[in-house]
């Protein structure tokens, strides 16, 4: 039995804060679009499963207070080490998606890039109100989720779980959780919110911006 943590692990091994080049990978252009017409200045932002820190970088150095929370510890040791070495504050922590570390209101603004596609159902709908939890009430949250459907041939390297998640069991993505969302079916996993705009980019992948 193996931990879909083993996979994100492996992911961010051996990153280099000295030699990493943010720019070549992010920030997303849907980051930067939320950022120009959601946010004001000094803005207080959770980027959850920030990963290598392309989006929270970029939103540190646009002057917003940056925090992260990935559940792989050698993301969250790449991103402090990468935001000592460019002097950017920022607050990063080992956590869990569905169980937020931090209080009720606490943020301006939750940006959940391609981080709900790669849970189970049940962890999603948890990580959604935990979401809703700590925003604000008159703060937003950026969702994007993966193009749909994607190509059906990595269905085979994969087991299909009950809820329709899929755990990579063979090839370079072993360990990966990864979930195919329906229009309809992210419209109900989001419930819990206002959906302010539900688009598409021209190559499938869905962007919303919610509020709690």
């Known amino acids: 039995m193996f931990d879909p943590k083993e996979y994100w692990e492996r992911c961010f091994a051996g990153l280099d804060d000295g030699?990493?080049?943010?720019?070549?990978?992010?920030?997303?252009?849907?980051c930067i679009?939320?950022?120009d017409?959601?946010?004001g200045h000094g803005s207080k932002i959770l980027d959850l499963g920030c990963g290598a820190c392309n989006n929270a970088q970029y939103?540190?150095?646009r002057g917003f207070d940056v925090y992260g929370i990935d559940f792989s510890h050698?993301?969250?040791d790449f991103c402090r080490r990468r935001f000592n070495a460019l002097t950017l504050s920022g607050d990063f922590r080992t956590g869990s998606l569905d169980a937020i570390p931090f209080p009720h209101s606490f943020f301006d603004s939750v940006v959940s890039l391609a981080v709900m596609d790669?849970?189970?159902l049940a962890t999603a709908a948890a990580t959604c109100r935990e979401i809703?939890?700590?925003l604000t009430t008159t703060g937003t949250v950026l969702f994007t989720f993966a193009p749909f459907p994607v190509d059906n041939k990595i269905i085979d390297e994969a087991e299909v779980l009950p809820d329709g998640t899929m755990k990579f069991i063979y090839g370079v993505q072993k360990g990966m959780l990864f979930r195919q969302y329906s229009d309809s079916e992210i419209r109900y996993l989001l419930q819990g919110f206002t959906i302010a705009e539900f688009t598409h980019t021209d190559h499938g992948t869905r962007i919303i911006i919610a509020r709690p």
């Open 19 to 30: 030699t990493y080049d943010v720019s070549i990978i992010g920030p997303a252009d849907a």
């Open 33 to 35: 679009a939320y950022c």
């Open 37 to 39: 017409r959601f946010l």
């Open 59 to 61: 939103m540190a150095q």
């Open 74 to 76: 050698k993301a969250i």
């Open 118 to 120: 790669h849970v189970t």
């Open 132 to 134: 809703k939890r700590v």
